[in-house]
């Protein structure tokens, strides 16, 4: 069975740092894409990183470059997203979903067959 579970939400300060981690199980992650998207209140969901499954392949949303990093460590089957320099408005529910990849594809849009539950991060001041 694919699961994804998301960590390492919190709260912190503007200017602070998480580290988020995606941990799968149920598949081999080295054969799939991840994506990491979020929502924040009152708007809708929207991509933020995604990593193909050979790491050949990442793109990060405009307002996140420079700030946020995406990995991935295939022996643990983990994901993660460093997020430094964080702004009041990365305020979300952040979730990571996969799909299988041909390992350079990966994908910004909603096109991904397994979702994590999310895991909430608060940036206040």
């Known amino acids: 069975q694919v699961q994804l579970v998301e960590s390492g939400g919190g709260l912190v300060q503007p200017g602070g740092s998480l580290r988020l981690s995606c941990a799968a199980s149920g598949f081999t992650l080295d054969r799939y894409a991840i994506g990491w998207f979020r929502r924040a209140p009152g708007k809708e969901r929207e991509g933020v990183s995604c990593?193909?499954?050979?790491?050949?392949?990442?793109y990060y949303t405009d307002s996140v470059k420079g700030r946020f990093t995406i990995s991935r460590d295939n022996v643990k089957n983990t994901v993660y997203l460093q997020m430094n320099s964080l702004k009041p408005e990365d305020t979300a529910v952040y979730y990571c979903?996969?799909?299988?990849?041909?390992?350079?594809?990966?994908?910004?849009?909603?096109?991904?067959?397994?979702w994590g539950q999310g895991t909430q991060v608060t940036v206040f001041s």
């Open positions: 990593i193909s499954g050979r790491g050949s392949t990442i």
């Open positions: 979903a996969t799909a299988s990849s041909n390992g350079r594809w990966c994908s910004m849009r909603e096109e991904y067959d397994y």
